[in-house]
């Protein structure tokens, strides 16, 4: 069965892709797991995360329109586990208090082979955590929790994917996000930059790309339309999804990256931010998320929206060109109501 507009599906989009209708989608938007152990990604190793990407930038050659887009939202990954790197070590001066050298450590050690850390900084007195440190020396690098840990950049793998596609890299932007300094412990530790930026990697289906300078205001062209580095917060409070992205960043791409009418999709739906923007930017949307929580979270997040865009309708200039939208949004608030769906 052809997968319908304006519904989210559950299922795996590997499973799903392939009954979105051929040629169908203008633009396509999505921000997958980044590998960085999010619940949702807890099980998947590295190459079943860059299995799962290949395989779902391929399946998009043939759903989009010739000339439409497919955007993706990552990262790049700042604490990848790498057991056969060296160990980071660092002096931190700030932190080096305690007068206990690691020769003092490794000859306590040597007298008492049998006492544990605690005990032998009970002897030394000193804390726990300076013989560790003194043994084991800083972990410079951070991660939480792992110790080896090195930066690893995933644009090169996407654009490879992408090549392999046919749907070639047109353009790469950065949206400039919160600073994540909650997540950035090592920060002390280090000589490392603040988590503060995510890619936009854009890929283009050959084909007739209709360019309207119009979609856009002049105002908007100038701040963010023409420009590569997007500037705007983060979702503050993810309470009920781990990872959402802000409502301006889909908007801002699907009013860049596809017209009135057309279709926008995203394959890893989560909430449903990117439905919620379609909706307000007068586009169908087609979603696929595999968490059944996430789905039903994401078809109530379109049901408001939908009855927001349905009561009040958008400025006058977009009424025209959204008037079916705003119909058939009309009709699925309707069905919703009645239980329809
Ligand atoms: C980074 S989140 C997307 C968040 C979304 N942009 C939002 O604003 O809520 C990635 C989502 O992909 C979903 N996911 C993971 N693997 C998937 C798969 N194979 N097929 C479909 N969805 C998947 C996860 O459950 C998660 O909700």
């Not at 989009?13 to 203008?26: D, F, H, N, T, Y």
């Not at 007195?125 to 110790?147: M, P, V």
């Amino acid at each position: 069965m052809p997968l319908d507009i304006n519904h989210i599906y559950q299922g795996d989009a590997r499973q799903l892709l392939p009954e979105v209708p051929p040629a169908s989608i203008a633009c396509s938007v999505w921000s997958p797991p980044y590998h960085v152990g999010k619940n949702y990604e807890a099980n998947a190793t590295y190459e079943d995360w860059t299995g799962l990407l290949s395989e779902v930038i391929a399946l998009h050659k043939p759903i989009l329109k010739p000339g439409g887009f497919l955007v993706i939202n990552i990262a790049d990954i700042l604490c990848f586990p790498d057991p056969a790197l060296p160990r980071f070590q660092a002096v931190n001066l700030r932190r080096q208090k305690s007068p206990i050298t690691r020769e003092d450590v490794l000859a306590a050690k040597e007298a008492y082979p049998d006492y544990n850390r605690d005990q032998l900084a009970k002897l030394l007195g000193c804390s726990e955590q300076t013989i560790d440190r003194r043994l084991n020396g800083n972990n410079i690098r951070g991660g939480k929790y792992a110790t080896q840990t090195r930066v690893h950049l995933v644009g090169g793998m996407l654009e490879e994917a992408g090549s392999r596609a046919g749907l070639p890299l047109y353009d790469r932007r950065v949206w400039v996000k919160d600073a994540a300094w909650e997540n950035s412990k090592w920060h002390t530790l280090s000589y490392r930059a603040v988590d503060e930026f995510e890619y936009l990697y854009i890929f283009w289906k050959p084909g007739a790309t209709v360019i309207d300078r119009d979609k856009l205001t002049p105002k908007e062209w100038t701040e963010w339309g023409s420009r590569a580095v997007w500037t705007f917060p983060s979702v503050r409070a993810n309470d009920d999804h781990e990872a959402k992205f802000p409502l301006e960043l889909p908007r801002r791409v699907i009013k860049l990256f596809s017209a009135p009418g057309d279709t926008v999709l995203d394959c890893f739906m989560g909430s449903g931010t990117t439905a919620v923007a379609a909706i307000c930017e007068g586009r169908d949307y087609i979603g696929i998320e595999l968490s059944p929580a996430y789905v039903e979270l994401a078809r109530n997040a379109c049901r408001d929206a939908a009855y927001r865009f349905a009561t009040h309708p958008p400025a006058p200039a977009a009424i025209s060109q959204a008037r079916p939208q705003q119909l058939r949004l009309l009709e699925q608030v309707n069905a919703y109501t009645e239980g329809r769906t």
